[in-house]
């Protein structure tokens, strides 16, 4: 069974920088793509980013410019670059992966079938 685990989050003041990594395992094929989202408190889940087969990505764009996303094929592992944090980039930022041929759009919820259990980004 698939499984996904994200790393690296933190506190971290505005204006500086963390990386998350999430490493997926136990897939009998590759994803044909990935994505970050996150949630504030009280929110509701918003894409970040995401990455597919192809190597083409898309971003938010409260996000845009400051963050990148990228993958180790060689670890199975996402990474997402975040520079020049700041506090409304605060939440909880989950790991996700999708099979699908065709998605209904980049940022849709319904598209991804597994998720890790998140990992918490504070800017203060």
């Known amino acids: 069974h698939v499984q996904l685990v994200e790393s690296g989050g933190g506190s971290v003041q505005a204006g500086g920088s963390l990386r998350l990594s999430c490493q997926i395992s136990?897939?009998?094929?590759?994803?044909?793509?990935m994505a970050w989202f996150r949630q504030s408190t009280g929110g509701e889940r918003e894409a970040v980013a995401d990455?597919?087969?192809?190597?083409?990505?898309h971003f938010a764009k409260s996000v845009k410019g400051r963050f990148t996303i990228s993958k180790d094929n060689t670890e199975n592992i996402l990474y997402l670059q975040m520079n020049d944090l700041k506090a409304e980039d605060t939440a909880m930022y989950y790991c996700?992966?999708?099979?699908?041929?065709?998605?209904?759009?980049?940022?849709?919820?319904?598209?991804?079938?597994?998720w890790g259990q998140g990992t918490q980004v504070t800017v203060s």
């Open positions: 136990g897939y009998p094929n590759r994803p044909n793509y």
């Open positions: 996700a992966a999708g099979w699908r041929i065709a998605r209904t759009a980049w940022h849709d919820v319904d598209d991804y079938m597994n």
């Open positions: 990455l597919d087969h192809y190597g083409f990505s």
